[in-house]
């Protein structure tokens, strides 16, 4: 925040306008813009306000810096690096957005013969997800990751309830699980039994046999997992589950460093959601629009047909940015991404793994997680990531996976140059120094940026949305 900012934080002031509207599209009066639509400057059709809009009133150059000092406050990766573990915060093609700005005027209930175009992205997107998958075919209409396990757990349901094993009301997620796992299968109406994990991080098998029997639905998993770790035993699982009557959901969330390498069909999945706002280049982190498509094994087709979850074709820009990210990569290099990513990540590993605690030492996928510094010397890893921002790199993922205390997760991305990673592993190692040398440094960090360490809870809950009171 600049400094005159500080002193001057109520723009408003009466009578100042930024706009005027022309006589010739209000009835008759010119108008600054807080006064349109009320008594003053009428709209036709009689639905004009009683009272006249309380915004600010503030000339045009102050609305333009505020947004534009708002939008300098955040950090994107447009900015910046961003190795938020699990959210694959990849570089976004800007051609992208001009793509997508071609079908700005699409209204989802045109006659279809109007939006062929459209109709054909679906198809081809259909085409391309399920060759990459291993799937059958996909349904669009979910609008995030979650709502796509929600859906797939739907389908899971209806397809025992259809062949009359009401009895299957289980689900198993593992301990390393994404938090929206074992929440969508509590809002499907199914009980989740926790499979353990293995101190190697990696699904326990024998943990699982047990709990295998006639009123397990099915599994949910990730692979890689929740630590970057590919499950090696995913075979066996896949031929456990489906002996005992039940189905594998995989959560495609991390499917960016399998891209073009393993499908999660041939592992012996079923069901299955893609984060297309994370592997196919729409950004993921800031609540912004997502699609979580489903793609079902060819005897669970039939169950896809039905909009039960939203209307029309869910989030099609973000269908579109996909459609032009996989085209604009083509087969060949599709192949690429997964394996950049993983290279990435590992090279940081193996870069830091005598600053940070690494608790599971094997090759990992596209991402790994550290557990707090070596030496930590009192410092936390919540000090760590707000250190980090002073020097301008957004934060890992902290404090997941809940396997580890200290945890830190770290996923870089295959779209990072040599020279960027080489520049976070640079910083990362001045902050393990400083923790030895100066941890109230790192206690009070972040320094230099608008906000230091906000209520995050308090923010998420009770957020404040409103300038005034
Ligand atoms: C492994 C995993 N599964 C599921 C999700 C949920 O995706 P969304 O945030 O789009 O609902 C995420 C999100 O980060 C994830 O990392």
Redesign the pocket.
């Known amino acids: 925040m600049k400094y005159y900012d500080k002193l001057i934080f109520e723009l408003s002031r009466p009578g100042r306008c930024g706009y005027s509207l022309p006589a010739s599209i209000l009835g008759g009066k010119e108008c600054a813009c807080s006064n349109v639509g009320s008594k003053e400057a009428p709209v036709s059709g009689g639905v004009w306000r009683e009272t006249p809009l309380t915004l600010p009133e503030v000339s045009e150059p102050d609305v333009v810096r505020h947004y534009t000092n708002l939008s300098q406050m955040n950090f994107g990766v447009d900015t910046g690096f961003y190795p938020l573990g699990?959210?694959t915060m990849k570089y976004n093609p800007k051609i992208n957005e001009e793509i997508v700005s071609a079908f700005n005027g699409l209204h989802p209930l045109q006659p279809e013969n109007t939006v062929k175009g459209a109709l054909e992205v679906l198809d081809f997107v259909d085409g391309a997800l399920a060759e990459i998958t291993g799937m059958k075919h996909f349904t669009f209409l979910p609008c995030?990751?979650?709502?796509g396990?929600l859906t797939g757990l739907m389908i899971m349901r209806e397809y025992h309830m259809r062949r009359g094993d009401t009895a299957r009301t289980k689900v198993i997620v593992p301990d390393s699980a994404?938090g929206?796992?074992p929440a969508s299968a509590a809002v499907c109406g199914l009980d989740i039994v926790v499979v353990k994990s293995r101190p190697d991080g990696l699904v326990d098998v024998e943990d699982l046999k047990p709990l295998l029997g006639p009123d397990v639905a099915g599994i949910m998993m990730?692979n890689p997992n929740?630590l970057g770790l590919f499950e090696r035993d995913i075979k066996e699982i896949a031929e456990l589950v489906h002996e005992c009557g039940g189905l594998l959901y995989y959560?495609g969330?991390?499917m960016n460093p399998l891209l073009g390498v393993v499908r999660p069909g041939d592992m012996g999945f079923d069901i299955m959601h893609l984060?297309l706002?994370?592997t196919f280049s729409t950004p993921?982190g800031g609540g912004g629009p997502?699609s979580?498509p489903v793609g079902v094994a060819e005897r669970l087709v039939p169950l896809l047909d039905v909009p039960r979850t939203s209307g029309f074709h869910g989030n099609f820009g973000i269908i579109l940015r996909a459609c032009a990210y996989i085209l604009m990569l083509g087969r060949e290099n599709v192949k690429m991404a997964g394996p950049l990513a993983t290279l990435s990540a590992n090279y940081i590993k193996e870069s830091l793994k005598d600053c940070f605690k690494l608790p599971i030492q094997t090759v990992c996928k596209h991402e790994f997680v550290f557990d707090g510094l070596a030496e930590p010397n009192g410092v936390t890893t919540l000090d760590v990531a707000k250190r980090l921002l002073d020097y301008g790199f957004h934060a890992p993922t902290i404090y997941f996976p809940l396997l580890f205390h200290q945890a830190l997760m770290i996923e870089p991305t295959e779209t990072e140059s040599l020279e960027t990673l080489d520049a976070f592993i640079e910083v990362m190692r001045v902050i393990a120094r400083e923790a030895a040398e100066n941890p109230e440094l790192l206690h009070t960090a972040p320094h230099n940026t608008p906000i230091g360490r906000p209520d995050e809870t308090g923010a998420a809950r009770q957020p404040v949305l409103k300038y005034t009171k």
């Open positions: 699990s959210c995030a990751g979650a709502h396990e994404h929206t796992n990730t929740t959560d969330a991390n984060n706002h994370k993921h997502g979580g």
